[in-house]
């Protein structure tokens, strides 16, 4: 039986439309879908198929960085489907690993998916860097400013309102409340000697 597989990532704003496709008309009887990141182990669809996985069966993907972008997990991947006694094809690359050549020939793109995946973190890495060191902090912009973080310590230390009542009032969860006077009895704690 041909199982295809088709994945996006949660980011991307592509559908799966075009790798469907291309699975039917390779054959597959049956397909599983999903959008998650090809770097993380978690996908249940990918694991759903091969539970399902017999042997005779083959395993199908439009292209390979659909399957996964961790040379690791490719091997997994691989090697639990060889024990079950299936096959690989991957349409794109045209990789077939019912010959040696086909399973040679996979190892060495996942090899490159991974190389590239690694440049991307590395790239991404020295961005962040770059826009600390002219002073922009990446990320989410504070929900409270200073002053508003000052007004929510005064009300609640004094106990004119409680830590729930000022994060009703500011549109917060109350664990940024309580964050916020952690981080406030840190600074003010004194050392011991």
């Known amino acids: 039986m041909l199982l295809g597989y088709a994945r996006i990532s949660k980011t991307e704003t592509q559908e799966t ?16 879908e999903e959008a998650a990141s090809g770097g993380r182990w978690d996908r249940p669809e990918l694991h759903r198929l091969l539970d399902q996985f017999r042997a005779g069966d083959t395993l199908v993907v439009w292209k390979l960085d659909r399957l996964s972008r961790s040379l690791k997990d490719l091997i997994v991947i691989l090697e639990r489907i060889e ?24 190892h060495m793109l996942g090899a490159f998916a991974e190389f590239e995946r690694e440049m991307i973190r590395e ?12 002073g922009r902090v990446p990320g989410r912009k504070p929900k409270l400013t200073a ?19 000022m994060a009703r009032i500011f549109k917060i969860h109350r664990s940024t409340i309580s964050r916020l006077i952690s981080k406030e009895r ?8």
């Open 123 to 134: 790239r991404t890495r020295a961005g962040l860097h770059e826009a600390r060191e002219k």
């Open 17 to 32: 439309a075009a790798q469907i496709r291309a699975l039917k008309q390779a054959g597959c009887e049956k397909l599983f």
């Open 83 to 106: 024990a079950a006694g299936g096959k690989f094809l991957s349409l794109t690359e045209a990789i077939d690993t019912s010959g040696p050549a086909g399973r040679m020939m996979m």
């Open 186 to 193: 840190a600074v003010k704690k004194p050392e011991r000697f």
């Open 147 to 165: 002053e508003q973080c000052r007004e929510i310590l005064d009300a609640v230390r004094s106990g004119r309102k409680s830590a729930a009542e």
